[in-house]
């Protein structure tokens, strides 16, 4: 997929750094928001589970 347009980003607090980081959606509160960094800690590409 490509669109013409840079993908929206939007300012947000990361739940587990408490840094500020952008994310491609708009956070709702409802659920976490992850920088990059945490998100892919918390989401390996390929490992096994415990
Ligand atoms: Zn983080």
Known sequence: MSYGRPREMHDAICAECKQK???PFKPDGSRPVYCQ???AKR????????
């Open 21 to 23: 980081c952008q994310v």
């Open 37 to 39: 960094e945490c998100y």
């Open 43 to 50: 989401r390996p590409p390929r490992r096994d589970r415990y």
